[in-house]
């Protein structure tokens, strides 16, 4: 499915060539929706290039390997691999460090800046067959792994950083989770399995689906910001401030929210994205309260252990892809992540 232009979705089709000596040809199984692709779609993001076939949130079946990818990766045909959104150059600073290569100035993205209009042209997780370029870093899916938490990869890896990476956390420490979704709900699982407790989740009354699936997961307790303060409530369920709060969703008042909630030295992350609002913040609050407000994107480096999580079989990952679809559904599924009906969580394409 090639998004030609902003807007404007077509269903085309490609001649599936043999992969390149340095890359390796997938047949993909699942493509989770990320809501960045809606900004893709909306023409909202300055590094993607049209035409374009979106999806980097994706697992396939390896079906050939080039002659020198063999030598690269420990894979073999009719393994299920899923590979990090990223593709770094992997020679300059910003790839030798461990949780930044992301930053690299030449780094490509599956799905966002590789556009589709020259070969090998299927560099996107809405095909049915993908090429795995060089650079990708990748990794594979234990027998028992569902695809549909496979496809999660990168959203996993996220909750690992929010949590790891950019909170700082530890076993025992207190975390509040603003927003139900799948962010949410990953950033719990790794709380979960970092010893982090007791855990607080936020959302709107209308997130039962995602509550009934945060409880599942281990939530402690959860706050229905619509019909409770959880400036309030929060102190209450915690017997005081929280050591962190991880703010999912990027509505101003929640990331204000967060900041008036946290702790005297606590540490706010801030990973939401507001779609250019701005959140106006007293910095003397900061200050005074000895706040730490930390922002990131992406995953890098913390994908391994993801898999780790994923492969264990321990939290029901699959269970976040709640709605399916089929590739000619693309249009619907996109605007149904963007305006989601009762009981939605998140969606995935699946093939075959």
């Not at 281990?218 to 400036?231: A, F, K, N, S, T």
């Not at 269970?319 to 089929?326: C, E, G, R, T």
Request: with cysteine; proline share 7%; aromatic share 6%.
């Amino acid at each position: 499915m090639v998004l030609v232009e902003p807007g404007r979705l077509e269903l085309q089709e490609f001649d599936v060539q043999p992969p390149a000596p340095e890359e390796i040809l997938i047949k993909t199984r699942i493509t989770s929706i990320c809501s960045t692709d809606i900004k893709v779609f909306h023409g909202q993001v300055s590094s993607a290039h049209y035409p374009l076939i979106m999806g980097h949130e994706f697992t396939g079946e390896v079906v050939e390997i080039g002659s020198q990818a063999v030598k690269k990766y420990s894979i073999a045909v009719g393994d299920r691999v899923t590979p990090e959104p990223y593709i770094p150059c992997g020679h300059c600073a910003w790839c030798r460090t461990d949780y930044h290569y992301h930053n690299c100035a030449t780094v490509g993205l599956y799905g966002i800046s590789l556009a589709c209009n020259q070969p090998p042209h299927l560099l996107g997780g809405y095909s049915e067959y993908v090429y795995l370029i060089a650079g990708t870093i990748l990794h594979k899916l234990a027998p028992a792994t569902p695809d549909l938490a496979g496809s999660l990869s990168s959203v996993v890896g996220n909750g690992v950083r929010w949590v790891k990476t950019l909170g700082q956390m530890s076993f025992g420490q207190s975390l509040v989770i603003s927003g139900a979704g799948s962010q949410g709900l990953c950033a719990l699982a790794a709380a979960r399995e970092a010893g982090v407790s007791p855990i607080v989740m936020l959302g709107l009354s209308s997130d039962q689906a995602r509550f009934a699936l945060a409880k599942e997961i281990g939530v402690d307790h959860i706050v229905e910001v619509d019909r409770q303060d959880p400036l309030q409530s929060v102190p209450d369920l915690l017997s005081g401030a929280p050591d962190v709060v991880i703010e999912t969703s990027g509505v101003p008042i929640a990331i204000q929210t967060a900041i008036k909630m946290v702790r005297r030295s606590g540490r706010v992350v801030s990973i939401g994205l507001s779609g250019g609002k701005l959140t106006p913040i007293v910095f003397d609050d900061l200050v005074w309260r000895d706040i730490t407000l930390v922002c990131g994107k992406g995953q890098a480096g913390n994908v391994v252990d993801a898999m780790h999580l994923i492969n264990s079989g321990k939290y029901p990952f699959d269970k976040i892809n709640n709605f399916q679809y089929q590739l000619p559904q693309l249009g619907r599924a996109l605007a149904e992540t963007e305006k989601p009906p009762p009981g939605f969580i998140k969606g995935a394409v699946v093939f075959g």
